[in-house]
């Protein structure tokens, strides 16, 4: 069990034609399930044709209904790319993982309304992930999107962080240790994005093959709050926490989009603060991570 992919989910790679798009399809290609996995490309002007025995498609709508896929990973450059993630939604997609970086804010809102409208109407509702992100990944099974395969082991540890480089860490600290994952899940840093941490942190909770989590996030916004709350009334596992940027200044924008502390509630200190009096171990040194965990289970 693992929570929203697995070896039998079938993927769309929207973007595949372009340099990114080769090389992440043809690495989550060769890690474990992959093969099976990947079943379809798109480009408008290259259907028909093949690329790693792949077929590809003009349109996502015929592709899924071609190959029966359900997912969708989505390499194509910012300017195109909330366009792409639209693509997904109207052919009734499960899931949109958008790893495009830089997409305009702009953008994402006129794509996130239109993906509410279309739920309002009784329309099938897809999650996003992402943008931004690296994708998610259930160990031995499937990895969609451009983590490091050879890093994750299985197991019964959930991962979820707006960091991609934090998530290797978390997980690398976990294989290091000799404790596998469940599933990890990067849910990027742009502001406007589609599945955040209170969703991955249910979807942990209600998963039996899921012991306890690491969750990670970063400076700016109240998401991590809203989710550390849920957890206190909800989780029935154990949580370590972790927050990136307690040196960070107020006031001034961090790498990632999202990341900007306004004051109040979305510092570091005050993230720490919250999901400490929700119940979970947190702690300020990210190499600690793992060895607090392995104390918990």
Same mark, same amino acid.
């Given at each position: 069990?693992? *929570?929203?992919?697995?070896?039998?989910?079938?993927?769309?790679?929207?973007? +595949?034609?372009?340099?990114?798009?080769?090389?992440?399809?043809?690495?989550?290609?060769e890690?474990?399930?992959?093969?099976?996995?990947?079943? &379809?490309?798109?480009?408008?002007?290259?259907?028909?044709?093949?690329?790693?025995?792949?077929? *590809?498609?003009?349109? #996502?709508?015929?592709?899924?209904?071609?190959?029966?896929?359900?997912?969708? #990973? *989505?390499?194509?450059?910012?300017?195109?790319?909330?366009?792409?993630?639209?693509?997904?939604?109207?052919?009734? $997609?499960?899931?949109?993982?958008?790893?495009?970086?830089?997409?305009?804010? @702009? !953008?994402?809102?006129?794509?996130?309304?239109?993906?509410?409208?279309?739920?309002?109407?009784?329309?099938?509702?897809?999650? $996003? $992930?992402?943008?931004n992100?690296?994708?998610?990944?259930?160990?031995?099974?499937?990895? +969609?999107? *451009?983590m490091?395969?050879?890093?994750?082991?299985?197991?019964?540890?959930?991962?979820?962080?707006?960091?991609?480089?934090?998530?290797?860490?978390?997980?690398?600290? $976990?294989?290091?240790?000799?404790?596998?994952?469940?599933?990890?899940v990067?849910? %990027?840093?742009?502001?406007?994005?589609?599945?955040?941490?209170?969703?991955?942190?249910?979807?942990?909770?209600? !998963?039996?093959?899921?012991?306890?989590?690491?969750?990670?996030?970063?400076?700016g916004?109240?998401?991590?709050?809203?989710?550390? @709350?849920?957890?206190?009334?909800?989780?029935?596992?154990?949580? #370590? %926490?972790? +927050?990136?940027? #307690?040196?960070?200044? &107020?006031?001034? @924008?961090?790498?990632?989009?999202?990341a900007?502390?306004?004051?109040?509630?979305?510092?570091?200190?005050?993230?720490?603060?919250?999901?400490?009096?929700?119940?979970? @171990?947190?702690?300020?040194?990210?190499s600690?991570? %793992?060895?607090?965990?392995?104390?918990?289970?």
């Amino acid at each position: 069990m693992s *929570i929203y992919i697995s070896k039998d989910t079938k993927v769309i790679t929207q973007g +595949i034609t372009g340099k990114t798009g080769q090389f992440h399809t043809s690495k989550c290609q060769e890690y474990a399930n992959g093969k099976n996995c990947f079943v &379809a490309g798109v480009n408008p002007k290259k259907a028909g044709e093949k690329i790693f025995d792949i077929p *590809i498609y003009g349109t #996502v709508k015929e592709a899924a209904a071609q190959t029966g896929a359900t997912v969708s #990973v *989505i390499y194509v450059p910012p300017a195109g790319a909330a366009a792409a993630i639209w693509e997904a939604v109207e052919a009734d $997609l499960d899931l949109a993982i958008c790893i495009t970086e830089g997409i305009p804010v @702009r !953008d994402m809102l006129e794509v996130r309304n239109k993906m509410k409208a279309k739920e309002a109407r009784g329309g099938k509702k897809t999650l $996003l $992930l992402g943008p931004n992100c690296p994708g998610l990944i259930t160990p031995d099974e499937i990895k +969609i999107g *451009i983590m490091p395969g050879h890093i994750h082991k299985k197991g019964r540890v959930g991962v979820v962080s707006r960091s991609g480089t934090l998530t290797y860490e978390a997980v690398a600290q $976990l294989t290091e240790l000799g404790i596998g994952q469940s599933s990890a899940v990067g849910i %990027g840093g742009d502001p406007i994005n589609g599945l955040k941490h209170i969703d991955v942190m249910q979807a942990f909770n209600d !998963d039996p093959d899921t012991d306890a989590v690491i969750m990670i996030g970063e400076i700016g916004g109240p998401d991590e709050a809203d989710a550390a @709350r849920w957890c206190k009334t909800h989780m029935k596992k154990p949580i #370590v %926490g972790f +927050i990136a940027g #307690v040196t960070a200044p &107020a006031g001034k @924008r961090m790498g990632h989009a999202g990341a900007l502390i306004s004051g109040g509630a979305d510092t570091a200190d005050a993230k720490l603060a919250i999901m400490e009096e929700c119940g979970f @171990r947190i702690t300020r040194n990210p190499s600690e991570m %793992g060895r607090i965990l392995q104390g918990l289970l």
